[in-house]
């Protein structure tokens, strides 16, 4: 048994790494903490401290959220979205992340990656107004559709629920492929052959063993689109149309149209803590998973 190194050798070994350390947490303060405090600041105030304005500090835009049912509402079809797209994500993912780590090889998990990986490299209002084409009634699938099928269908599927869904998806599913990928690739094929070498099914293999062992890629992958798709708000106003009104499009409103930044940054804080809120209770259920 080693004896635990003394408090100022640990010190010591942190000393040289300080210079590293130091532009990632300048950078982290200057990017991330300074701005979430000036907009903690915001959401207690009146009004914007503009030369022309009076302001004080107020409550006041905290309790318009609990005063106004619309704001609460929205933000329940907020969080159902953000389930939503995480459970396709996971359905459709998971297993193009298995063909990757355990079926293909070479060329072709190289050529198959290069196109999960290909949303990255196009700006997201691309992705979103190439959608928007093939969504569109006369757009690309209707005129495929029209051409093959002896009758003439129209496929309008703009400015609705679904069409949000699959923006969504398309934006947020490199995620779930990368990170699944990386679980699955660490689990030894040796495993898999033993367990079908005793007479596991395929499906008891899959239940019993891949799931349990990629669970912690599959858990990083559900926070990294949930958290997002919570508060997202492009793809609802472009795709989504007047039914893509959720909590993200009213922060935006706030801050951009109505230009209320006191009520949209109470607004964001408050999904911030929902958020949290909802990731502190799954934690022991997915702790226990992993």
Known sequence: MTAAPPPGAQHSQLRPALPLLLPA??????????PLSAMVFFSFMTDLPL?????????????AFFETDLYGRLLLRSLRL????TLYCVLIGFPCAYVLAKVLKGRSREAIFLLVILPFWSNGLVRIFSWAIFLRGGGVIDSALNAVLPFEVSVDLMYSYPAVIIGLVHSYLPYMVLTCYLTLQAIDDSLIEAARSLGASRLTVLRRLIVPLAMPGLIAGAVLI????????????????????????VIEDQFVAVFNWPLGAALSFILLAVVLAVLALAAPVLRRQT
């Open 25 to 34: 947490y300048l950078w982290l303060t200057l990017a991330i903490f300074l």
């Open 51 to 63: 030369a022309d304005r009076s302001w004080a500090m107020t409550l006041g835009n905290y309790a």
């Open 82 to 85: 953000g389930l939503e797209v």
């Open 226 to 249: 949930f958290v997002p798709v919570v508060g997202s708000f492009m793809e609802p106003r472009i795709l989504g149309g007047r039914s893509g009104t959720f909590y993200g499009t």
